[in-house]
């Protein structure tokens, strides 16, 4: 059911693209200039709701999507993103040691890594395309800029598919974990090719202790 959801509003989008607005039903206000107006919760929203009202307001509406969340809002929600899927301490490391929460701001790495988990452009590309369904659809770099950087809940959501992915492409390795996370921060390639071992930013390290930190709050 879910594969078909996401195709079918992937063939909105795709025709919107083509043929021009399509009036939508007016939706609950969930765009805000910044985290202090926000006044709905995160979890009035699924995760394929989140998804939907994003990728319309910026390929229909042609506007931003925009959701910011404060660091306690994000602490909190980066675990419930995760959860389901046996992540929420992880991602939430991730969030930690990518941003601080948002208070080290959502670009970095010269411009090259957006939002609040820090992802380069291809890879969300290959996040929306090939993980997320939307392969029909073009995402300008501008579009996506805004996705990451705009609507922090939209970019923890990508960063959780993403992961899972990772986790997965290491599932027959007893330390997948590592070769997973690790892989987030140095690329997949770097870890199929050194393995666990060659960690430059001591980025394992740094998750399990603020893990260990952290768990149970």
């Known amino acids: 059911m879910k594969i078909v ?6 063939m909105l989008v795709v025709l919107v ?5 399509i009036p939508v039903n007016a ?17 009035d929203f699924t995760e394929d709701e989140i998804i939907q009202k994003a990728i319309i307001k910026v390929k229909v ?10 660091p306690d809002e994000i602490y909190d929600y980066s675990y419930e993103c995760g959860r389901s899927d046996d992540l929420g301490e992880t991602l939430r490391a991730i969030v930690y040691l ?46 996506i800029k805004m996705l990451l950087t705009k609507n922090d809940r939209l970019c923890m959501i990508m960063s959780k598919i993403y ?35 060659h960690d430059p930013n ?3 390290d740094k998750a399990r202790r603020f893990i260990q930190k952290t768990r149970g709050s």
């Not at 509406?61 to 404060?70: A, G, I, N, Q």
Request: glycine fraction near 10%; charge should be positive; include cysteine.
């Open 17 to 21: 693209c083509i043929f021009g607005d």
């Open 202 to 204: 001591g980025y394992l």
């Open 98 to 143: 990518e941003s601080r929460f948002g208070e080290g701001g959502r670009i970095g790495d010269h411009g090259v890594a957006r939002g609040i988990t820090q992802v380069q452009i291809p890879t969300a590309k290959f996040i929306l395309k090939r993980l997320m369904g939307f392969e029909h659809t073009k995402f300008t770099t501008k579009e």
């Open 163 to 197: 992961l899972v992915y990772l986790m997965d492409q290491f599932q027959h390795k007893p330390s997948h974990w590592s070769h997973g996370l690790l892989s987030y921060n140095v690329g997949i390639g770097n870890v199929q090719k050194h393995g666990v071992v």
């Open 27 to 43: 939706e609950p206000h969930f765009s805000n200039e910044t985290y202090n107006t926000v006044t709905i919760s995160p979890k």
């Open 5 to 10: 959801y996401t195709a079918l509003l992937s």
């Open 61 to 70: 509406d042609k506007k931003e999507s925009v959701y910011l969340m404060s």
